[in-house]
């Protein structure tokens, strides 16, 4: 689960005391700044069963923890940083969705016939 939101201040113990009630946790993670470490905001809280992890988006997401209002959803994979830095038309479903469609668009063009 993804868990934002939260303070600089909160601790993997205070997130499993939080979590626990909903099922067996099998790991969390708050992640820092590789540079400056201070946490990022957000944790990852990893549940044992889907059914738990469902339980606790259910019941904790858009509540008050430590002051703050907690978003808690099901964690997405990070795009790397290679898919990050590369130009929108370098994407081939892009290229396919604008570029060729434009190219078809063009050729079906009525054009009016000249006199010869």
Do not use: C
Request: hydrophobic share 35%; proline share 6%.
């Amino acid at each position: 689960m993804y868990v934002g939101n939260i303070g600089e201040e909160t601790t993997t113990g205070q997130l499993h005391s939080a979590f626990i009630p909903f099922g067996e946790i099998r790991t969390i993670d708050i992640p820092q700044d590789v540079i400056s470490k201070a946490p990022k905001g957000f944790a990852l809280v990893e549940f044992d069963e889907e059914e738990d992890a469902q339980h606790a988006l259910f019941n904790l997401h858009n509540s008050e923890f430590q002051g703050h209002v907690i978003r808690v959803e099901v964690a997405r994979p990070m795009k790397t940083r290679d898919v990050l830095n590369r130009p929108i038309w370098a994407d081939e479903r892009y290229f396919e969705e604008y570029v060729a469609k434009e190219n078809v668009e063009e050729a079906t063009e009525e054009k009016p016939i000249s006199p010869a």
